[in-house]
Structures are given as structure tokens and as C-alpha cells.
């Protein structure tokens, strides 16, 4: 008896964005981000903490942000707040990683999420390859 192959495709990667992933696609085309979304099929997720490095607290400069991040709510993606969990494994990472920037470990603790693959986009490629070297199924991608 032959079994029946799935009609359902893969799961891709989960997409998380640091501030640098989130400015570079902010700084791209509305096609562009669009396209990112739909090809990561709404599981794009940018940890609350980015906020920190993009927003401005002055309403036109946090215009555009605002804009990329409403669009990501409305096409399945998520802002992510870390839970005690997340910030532990931060903490671990950062520690292990012998360095002080608190958000790139949330950012790093947020892509091993549920241990399945991500991709995680970025500016600052060598700070979030050091926090994951442990973590072969996050693929740390230049923006």
C-alpha cells in the first residue's frame, strides 16, 4: 500500500528581526517587507525589546516603524514580550557569551524560541553568532 504524501507544504523558518533587521527592511520597499512576510508565511516576530533600539518616542520619526509594524501584526506576525523563560535563557546566553548587551541576548533567546529552525536577521552579524553558536537551527542572516 502506497502512502499519501502531505498536501500540506513545509514549515518554514520562523523569521525574527533585530533593530538592524527591522531598519533594513523599513528602509526597503513596501514589496519588499511584503514579500518577507509572505514568505515566512506570517511568522515574522521582532521581540519587544528592538523597540528600544527604533523608536524615537517623536511621532513622525516613528512613523515608518509604526507603519512596518502594523503591517506585520496584520499579516501574522508578532511582537513578542520575553517571558521569564526567554529572559533566563537570555541571561545564560549572554553569560556564556562573556557579553553585556542585554537585548541582543533577548533577540537570540527570542530566535531559539521553540527550538525549531528560524532565521534571524540582522546588522550585527558577529554580537548574535557569538550568543547562538551553540544554536545550529538559527541561521544568522545579514541585512
Not at 507544504?9 to 517587507?33: E, F, K, M, N, T
Request: glycine share 12%.
Amino acid at each position: 500500500m502506497r502512502r499519501r504524501r502531505s498536501a500540506l507544504p513545509p514549515r518554514l523558518p520562523r523569521c525574527v528581526l533585530d533593530s538592524g533587521g527591522l531598519s533594513a527592511l523599513i528602509d526597503g520597499s513596501q514589496h519588499a517587507r511584503a514579500g518577507w512576510v509572505v514568505e515566512h508565511q506570517g511568522s515574522v516576530l521582532v521581540p519587544t525589546p528592538v523597540l528600544v533600539e527604533t523608536i524615537t518616542g517623536e511621532p513622525g520619526r516613528d512613523a515608518e516603524v509604526n507603519r512596518v509594524l502594523g503591517a506585520f501584526v496584520r499579516a501574522g506576525g508578532v511582537l513578542v514580550a520575553p517571558d521569564e523563560g526567554t529572559a533566563r535563557r537570555a541571561g545564560a546566553l549572554r553569560f556564556r557569551a562573556r557579553t553585556d548587551d542585554g537585548i541582543d541576548a533577548l533577540v537570540a533567546a527570542a530566535a531559539l524560541g521553540d527550538g525549531g529552525a528560524c532565521v534571524l536577521l540582522t546588522s550585527d552579524p558577529d554580537d548574535l553568532s557569538r550568543l547562538l553558536q551553540h544554536a545550529p537551527q538559527v541561521a544568522v542572516r545579514v541585512v
